[in-house]
């Protein structure tokens, strides 16, 4: 019975997955109050987005500019957050002229940059001028962009002023379009994807930040792969028979080409899966963290592992038990690798960095299962406690129980 119970409920996840469409968080900063309501937590089309957010403005003339950023997701705003971004911490307090919705169908793009041209019964009363539209890289460029724009107009200007920051243009293809995250196309141009000689390990990635996830903050560095000095080869241990491959990176730093990092990464097939085993940069050991947590990068050989954020913390093992140093991380963004059975040309269906359930909520979930069980034990035990049948009877006689010399 229960195992028909979890089939159903598979099959259930399964076709919900296939009609789900993807989105992408929205702000929108205006210097007129934009309208009070509850935000919907389930994903809302543009459209209504802007017939019941922006459409009730009383304004006839609303000029609109477009701050877009690729790959824009929830995650990227709360590391922002936790930056302590100033555009962000006033959207946090502000209520009158920051809107946030944290999932948007990801047609948002077409649908802002066509506002002007809209239609839109409930707009018919403003007319939208679209004064700029401009795509970043990073969230941060954005932000910056946009609270240099907020110090110029100020909230007392003439004119009525509407900014949004949304996510970039998106890939209307079938398969991506269906898709519950985002994900990259397997197939690949060859100058930008690390081979191996004989073409069964591929590796791919924008950039290496280092002590810094997007690249923008003072101490931080950013590093391109260099293709050419890195490789991918075979290694055969000789205690074991287990598959394995050496991936030795090669990062330079463009704005200085003195400065370059090496990062090798250690791969082994045990069993129905490949594990990341270790990663070193300029010789000292790193660890893979996932959710806050080590993760080995437990993937299927025929698999490719994909990461927006890829993140990795200094991990020193010659302690007792090991000591990690989260001062000290460096991040590879949008990794995508697949060490073993690689045809050269495409990678193999993605692993995604970010799983349905992570291993902190299995852990919750069977920690709280167990402690139901053992309440439930203890309250079926105390159900079967029966009272004695018979009492003494202060009027008759007394019960004498006789015991053995």
């Keep these: 019975m229960i195992f028909q119970i979890f089939s159903l409920l598979w099959i259930f996840i399964n076709l919900h997955s296939k009609n789900q469409v993807s989105a992408s968080p929205v702000l929108l900063w205006s210097n007129l109050n ?9 994903t809302l089309s543009p459209l209504n987005l802007i017939s019941d957010y922006i459409c009730p403005l009383t304004n006839k003339k609303i000029y609109l500019r477009i701050v877009a950023v690729n790959d824009l997701t929830t995650e990227d705003f709360q590391r922002s957050l936790q930056h302590h971004h100033p555009l962000l911490l006033d959207a946090k ?4 002229n920051f809107l946030y919705f944290p999932n948007v169908a990801n047609d948002v793009y077409k649908t802002f940059s066509l506002m002007p041209q809209s239609n839109n019964m409930k707009c018919s009363h403003i007319h939208f001028e679209l004064i700029s539209l401009k795509i970043y890289e990073t969230l941060n460029d954005a932000l910056n962009r946009i609270q240099t724009r907020i110090n110029k107009i100020g909230t007392d200007s003439n004119h009525a002023v509407l900014i949004a920051l949304i996510n970039g243009p998106v890939n209307d293809q079938k398969d991506i379009h269906h898709m519950s995250r985002q994900r990259r196309q397997i197939n690949v141009e060859k100058n930008v994807v690390l081979r191996s000689n004989n073409a069964t390990c591929m590796f791919y990635a924008k950039n290496l930040y280092w002590n810094d996830v997007n690249g923008t903050l003072s101490s931080g560095r950013n590093y391109s792969l260099n293709l050419n000095r890195s490789s991918c080869q075979p290694n055969i241990p000789s205690t074991s028979n287990d598959s394995s491959v050496i991936l030795n990176l090669v990062w330079t730093n463009e704005q200085m080409p003195s400065d370059i990092v090496t990062v090798s990464l250690t791969t082994t097939i045990f069993g ?10 300029n010789q000292n050991e790193y660890r893979y963290f996932v959710s806050g947590m080590h993760s080995p990068m437990e993937t299927p050989p025929t698999y490719c592992y994909v990461c927006t954020t890829a993140e990795f913390v200094r991990y020193d093992s010659q302690t007792r038990y090991g000591l990690y140093n989260f001062s000290n991380k460096f991040y590879i963004k949008d990794l995508q690798f697949q060490p073993f059975h690689a045809n050269g040309s495409t990678f193999g269906p993605p692993n995604y960095c970010t799983s349905f359930f992570t291993r902190g909520i299995w852990m919750a979930i069977t920690s709280s299962l167990l402690c139901l069980g053992i309440l439930l ?3 079926y035990h105390l159900m079967g406690i029966k009272s004695n049948d018979r009492f003494d009877d202060p009027k008759g006689k007394p019960l004498i129980i006789k015991a053995q010399e």
Excluded: D, H, Q, Y
Excluded at 34 to 42: D, E, M
Excluded at 93 to 96: I, Q, S, T
């Design 272 to 281: 129905r899966f490949w594990r990341l085993e270790n990663v070193t940069l």
């Design 34 to 42: 934009l309208p009070r309501s509850n935000v919907p937590l389930a």
């Design 377 to 379: 034990f203890g309250i």
């Design 93 to 96: 307090k502000n209520e009158r």
